[in-house]
């Protein structure tokens, strides 16, 4: 596709279920991120993937967050047992090369609520 | 560790009218510097970076920001706002040596007023 996709859109979870959100980032990238956007603050880190390897996971909040690109394409951010603090826009990015000068290229998020 | 702070999270000016938004950065380390830019609905879109050399950059849209190292600052302007440009504005930093990720101020709220 011609963007980062993300699905899905919208996601409202009650406390204690389990949820996928799905990254589809631009073809042939080989860097993917995960970004965490609480209301009103800007995008934190959660976690780094150059193709499948994850390099950095040093952002996930805790282990009920968990992250996997097995093809180093699409990515699935896992989180469970899900508490009222996950509630948050979750951003995935991706970037054609590795390298922090490279562009991130950002999808449109997932909100996901928890209730 | 870096930190990004945006003080102003809110912005309101008239059409026309110049515009800065300001982004204070702390850092031990060379960093790479973004704005980003998210218009209603849509997601992050880059509006310019600081790299090296120039410590002056500007977008095709007529943003302009100046890299200063002394000030640690990293401000955003435009001369003359147009109503299209409201949207929310994020300052991001990365360290230059291979962790790849930014780390965002809190983002500023640009209201352009007919």
């Known amino acids: 596709g011609a963007g980062v996709s993300q699905s899905p859109r919208y996601k409202v979870a009650k406390r204690g279920q389990d949820v996928a959100l799905r990254c589809d980032p631009i073809s042939g990238h080989v860097s993917l991120f995960w970004y965490q956007q609480a209301l009103g603050q800007g995008p934190e880190f959660l976690t780094y993937?150059?193709?499948?390897?994850?390099?950095?996971k040093s952002g996930l909040p805790s282990d009920r967050f968990f992250a996997e690109r097995p093809e180093g394409s699409v990515s699935t951010l896992k989180i469970q047992r899900t508490q009222q603090e996950d509630s948050a826009v979750y951003l995935c990015?991706?970037?054609?090369?590795?390298?922090?000068?490279?562009?991130?290229?950002f999808g449109p998020g997932t909100r996901l609520t928890v209730l | 560790a870096q930190s990004v702070t945006q003080l102003d999270s809110q912005v309101p000016v008239f059409e026309e009218a110049p515009v800065e938004l300001r982004c204070n950065y702390s850092s031990s380390v060379s960093v790479y510097l973004f704005w980003y830019v998210q218009y209603p609905n849509q997601g992050l879109q880059l509006l310019l970076k600081y790299l090296s050399g120039s410590t002056l950059v500007e977008s095709i849209n007529g943003f302009e920001a100046e890299f200063n190292k002394s000030q640690t600052s990293f401000h955003l302007r435009k001369p003359s706002v147009h109503i299209s440009d409201t949207a929310e504005y994020f300052c991001?930093?990365?360290?230059?040596?291979?962790?790849?990720?930014?780390?965002f101020g809190t983002g500023t709220r640009l209201k352009v007023l007919a």
């Open positions: 991001a930093v990365s360290d230059t040596s291979g962790t790849y990720k930014y780390i």
């Open positions: 993937f150059q193709n499948e390897a994850q390099l950095d």
């Open positions: 990015a991706s970037s054609s090369l590795a390298g922090a000068y490279n562009e991130q290229f």
